[in-house]
């Protein structure tokens, strides 16, 4: 379970982590316009677009993880596989944004698809026999 946990928040780091390359898009942009700063996001190109996209994706990922993982712990389905699922999702995550900087729009949405699965994967997990 000590795992499971250390992924649930290795997941609400990622977001903020995310924004990371996003608050540098946004500083090669003019300075970070901490006033205005949705304005600003909304007017990024290129890498700084794509840093946003990633970053707002990463708060929706951790939405469906986080039920899976909380869904894990509440009926006590801490098994390898759900374990290793769980390790999967972080891994593929890092993966996805890693692509999404890099504008691997394939590679990003394969990472994207098998994070997400795995989410699911764990929710079945949990569906007694």
């Not at 290129?46 to 986080?66: D, K, Q, T």
């Not at 509440?74 to 504008?103: C, E, K, M, P």
Request: proline share 3%; hydrophobic share 55%.
């Amino acid at each position: 379970m000590n795992l499971l946990i250390g992924c649930l928040i290795i997941a609400a780091l990622l977001p903020l982590l995310a924004k990371i390359p996003l608050a540098i898009a946004m500083h090669n942009a003019g300075g970070y316009d901490n006033h205005h700063p949705r304005e600003q996001q909304a007017q990024l190109q290129g890498f700084g677009a794509r840093a946003l996209a990633a970053h707002h994706n990463a708060f929706e990922s951790l939405i469906i993880f986080s039920l899976s993982i909380l869904l894990a712990v509440a009926t006590n389905t801490t098994t390898d596989t759900v374990q290793w699922l769980a390790i999967a999702h972080i891994g593929f995550r890092i993966a996805y944004h890693l692509l999404y900087l890099l504008n691997a729009h394939i590679l990003r949405s394969v990472a994207w698809a098998i994070a997400i699965a795995c989410s699911f994967a764990i929710i079945w997990q949990c569906i007694p026999n």
